[in-house]
């Protein structure tokens, strides 16, 4: 993550609109039964996404990187009732317990879950989506990321995750920074798309296509 200040994180959580009872859950639970648990968005990042379903009036998303769940919860409860979420992963363990979640969530029947290898999966899928948001291995980055700009809508968002890897974009020395950081150029030159960085928890590139 990007070095904020502990107290401002704290201060923007305290002052956005909290997640749901089942975020909580999820979030306990991947801290208690996964080795990875920083890789939610978590509340801040969740609400922002949220908020972006509203503020488009998005009815499908795409998400590639699901982990436990708890970002698709997030696209699911903003969505409208005739809203799609279609989410994706290669780990069956992690998917598992998403689906008990989406299961017990009201929004559940919005979520579509496919369990494989994202590029494999993008291959069978008909756009077009209203938001595609990625959040997987981030050397496949610059895959999704041709494959998305082909499955959004015109006027559509594609929302990247991590794009600023805890600063050493800055100086990139291994090469999950090296290609995080090529594609920011190339999204910053690519004229298919109007686009913003934004350094919020890890990095949020918003990448709007023309
Ligand atoms: C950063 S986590 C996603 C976090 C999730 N968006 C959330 O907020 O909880 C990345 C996920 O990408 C998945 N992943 C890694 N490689 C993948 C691939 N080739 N295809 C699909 N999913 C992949 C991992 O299994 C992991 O669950």
Redesign the pocket.
Known sequence: MIPVPEEIEAYAERHTRGMSDLHATVWKDTYEKTKSPR???GPLEGAFLRLLVRTTGAKRVL?????????ALAWAEALPEDGRLVT????PE?TKMAQGYFAKSPHGHKIEVRLG??LDTLKTLQGPFDICFI???KT?YDAYYDACLHLTRQGGLIVLDNMMQGGKVLNPTDDRVRAVDALNKRIQKDPRVENVLLPVRDGIMLAYKR
């Open positions: 890789m939610m968005v998400e590639i990187g699901m982990f436990t769940g708890y970002s994706c992963d290669v780990n992690t290898p994202a959040d997987a291995d496949g």
